[in-house]
């Protein structure tokens, strides 16, 4: 689904934070559907790697890295080693993290460990694989955002905005690079089955705030993921797509 149509060769996806439940689905997904999926992790290679080996225990093609997203120097170094071997086409960008808090207690520390995960991340890793994809003149980037930059979310007004901006993001430089045969696309999970979900939602309160009554699953945004990579999806781009049970 995700191989290349012109040459022999798997295209490249990188997928960012890739150690978690839903990154794991996403670089399962794609690994499945014939891409080499480089699994990055922020410091712990050793999460990344065991990732990478299981994928290449079942015959996929994988391989495992590290740098942390929100130091713009180690990040470019990082892009500059992957980019050594040939273009990354297809570039997740998974990593995101959450520090709530209600605004008025809000820390400084809080506002912008959030932000530079989600947000400045993405431009960190993004930047430098664009060229390079923009050449290749075919590329997928995918954005995972959330459901509470569509509604909001109390206690979260540090994750709204870092996802908020994100889906903005998302919409600019699809129109930039529209022309070259790439895509750019945000997913925004709702409420989806986790070991942190868990602890913030119980059963009753899932049955409340979602309509179909459950928490989704991994693989159930890996699947759209999947999609909005392969050659399939080539005339859909600049989209906020949910993937929350009718949530919203």
């Known amino acids: 689904m995700t191989s290349s149509n012109s040459t022999s060769t798997p295209r490249r996806a990188l997928v960012t934070g890739a150690s978690g439940a839903l990154g794991q689905a996403i670089a399962r997904r794609l690994a499945q559907g014939g891409a080499h999926v480089i699994v990055h992790a922020n410091r712990r290679l050793d999460a990344a790697q065991a990732i990478a080996d299981e994928l290449r225990a079942a015959h996929l093609s994988a391989e495992a890295c590290a740098f942390d997203l929100t130091d713009r120097a180690a990040t470019h170094a990082a892009c500059e080693r992957l980019l050594a071997d040939a273009p990354v086409q297809i570039l997740v960008n998974n990593a995101g993290t959450h520090d709530d808090a209600v605004f008025p207690a809000l820390r400084e520390s809080q506002w912008h460990d ?5 947000l400045n991340g993405f431009f960190h890793v993004t930047q430098p694989l664009m060229m390079p994809m923009i050449r290749t003149r075919w590329g997928r980037v995918i954005n995972i955002s959330s459901v509470a930059a569509l509604t909001g979310n109390r206690g979260q ?33 709702g409420i989806i089955e986790s070991g942190m979900a868990e602890q913030v939602f119980d059963k009753a ?18 699947a759209l993921v999947a999609f909005l990579a392969s ?5 859909i781009s600049g989209q906020v797509i949910s993937v929350n049970g009718a949530m919203v």
């Open 157 to 189: 007004v540090n994750y709204a905005a870092a996802k908020g901006a994100l889906n903005s993001a998302t919409k600019a430089l699809a129109l930039e690079v529209a022309s070259r045969g790439i895509t750019v696309n945000a997913v925004a999970p």
């Open 205 to 222: 309160l899932i049955e409340r705030l979602v309509p179909m009554k459950r928490a989704g699953t991994a693989a159930e945004v890996a």
């Open 114 to 118: 959030v932000i530079d995960v989600s």
């Open 231 to 235: 050659d399939d999806a080539a005339y």
